[in-house]
Structures are given as C-alpha cells and as structure tokens.
C-alpha cells in the first residue's frame, strides 16, 4: 500500500510540474497586455513576484511562526528558486526570445548531473533520451539553424544563469518531504521580488521607462485575477511537486512551456505554425510524457533490458 501512495505522489506531482509549465506557456499573453498599458520590459516581471508577494501576506501574519520553523533553508531555495525565474524571465525580454529559451532549457542537463553528484541518483538512459527527445524539439522549433547558443550578451548569460540556478533550486527542494510548499511559495516570491527590482533599477535594464503609478493601478483589476487564478497556482505546483521528483525530470516537464506558448500564439495571435512547429511541440510532448510512458512498462517487463 506504501508503494501505490508513493506511486500516486510521484504521478500527482508530474502533473502539478505539467500544469506549471502549460501556465507558463499562457504568461506571454499578460505580458503583452502590460506592454500595451505602459509597464514595459524588467518592470513587468517586478509586477509578477510583487502582487502575488503582497496577496501572501495574510499567510505571513497567521503563519510567521511555522515560517521561522523552516529556518535558513526557505530563503536557499527562495533565493534560488525566485532569482531564477526572474533571470529567465528578463532573459526572454533583453535577447532574442530564440536565444534566451534554448539557454535557459539546458537546465534538464544541469539537474541531471547535479542530482547525481548531490542526492545520488541515477542518470538513467530513458532520461537521456528524454533531454535528447526535449532538446531536439525546441531547436527544431525554434530553428534548427539557431544551434545551441552560446552567451554573447547580458540577455544570454541572464537566461544560462538562470537555469543553472533552477538546477539549484530543484536540488535543494528535492530534500524537501513538499510539506512546507506555501512557506517556500512565499519565499520564492520574496526573493524573486527583490531579484526583479534589482534587475530593472541596475544598469543591465538599460533605459527602462519606470511605470507611473495610474499605468500601475489601471491594470490592477485584471492583473489580480492573473495572480490568482495563474501566477500563485503555478509557483504553488513547483514547489509541491519538485521534492517528490528528479530534478531532471522537473525540468523537462516544465518544456511544455514552449509548446503551449508555440500553439497559444498561432491560435490567439496569428503567429506561424506549420510542419516544424507540429514536430517540435510533438517532440517536446514525448520527452514530457517518457516518464509516464517509462514507469508502466518497467513495472510490466521488470527484468527486461
């Protein structure tokens, strides 16, 4: 009985990893509404840790003393986890979306090799094949011509950085029992506030325009519903399922993110798709799904090499 709930743990927390990454695939839609009403570039991403940082204090004041229980190891895997994303999400604004999204989605590889050398567990072939599988998918969707990039401006480094911090995090939360998620939903969207703001008032922002404060309050109405029912939600999902998973595997789930941008954006905003945006997002399906396709047969043909 022990093994089937641990089973259904690992299941439930692929697709809270899955509906994470199909959130984040919806974002640019948000992203484009605050381009339009006068938030512009690094400024955007301050909005989207700050308004969900401020709807957490309510937990903060009810629950401050659980919070102080979970002691120096939220704010390691807040600071991790939130100046990550934050990076990656600049990242996409200050180069080539291309560019940024291929950096930041080597992190597969990263927390492969660093869970093996940190938690000890294996790099196994079908996990190979999978960020094999993953990796093919979005050069092929995103131009096969492209290559794997290296980091030539500040925009890259910020999208390689932050995935390499997402391996981080994904490490630190994996020794996590997912008990303490909203203590470190909290944290993520603290220290993923305070990266954004450093990011958008530094020079690497370059000549930002800052928002005034009715561009701010005009799009309130909506972007609180955003928070609620997306932002909050898909950082709840990572922090719950990440410690019941493969660092790798984490990463590779949260792929989906760039096929769900890819049809979102041919659907909602007439952007191309035809024959190589169809095999890339296939391509990056079945990596997602190789682990629930792998776990069965290994179960049904054990001894099978």
Known sequence: MKSISNLDIVSRAKLACIYAGITWGLFWIPLRMLDRAGIYGAWATVLFYVVPLLL???????????????????????????TSLALYADALIYTEVVRGLLLFYMTPIWSLILARIVL??????????????????MLVLLGIDVGMPLPRNTGDW???????????????L???????AMEFTLSYF????????????????????????????????????VALILVIPAAWAVIWGAPHLNPGVVALLFMIEVSVGTVTAAIWANEPFGARELIGVILITLA??????????????????
């Open 190 to 225: 603290f220290w993923g506030s305070v990266a954004a703001v450093i990011i958008a008032i530094s020079p690497l922002a370059g000549d930002i325009e800052l928002p005034t404060m009715s561009s701010v309050w005009g799009v309130m109405p909506w972007f609180l519903v």
């Open 174 to 180: 994996r020794k996590d029992d997912g008990s303490h």
């Open 158 to 172: 910020m999208g390689l950085l932050g995935g390499m911090g997402w391996a981080v995090a994904a490490v630190l």
């Open 120 to 137: 000890g567990e294996a790099i196994t072939p079908p996990r190979m094949l999978a960020i094999a599988l993953g990796l093919l998918g």
């Open 288 to 305: 997602g799904l190789s682990e629930f396709i792998y776990a069965p047969i290994h179960r049904l043909f054990p001894h099978k090499r």
């Open 56 to 82: 957490f204090l309510p937990y903060l004041i009810f629950r401050w003393n659980k919070i102080l229980r979970c002691g120096l190891p939220l704010h390691f895997i807040g600071l991790a986890s939130g």
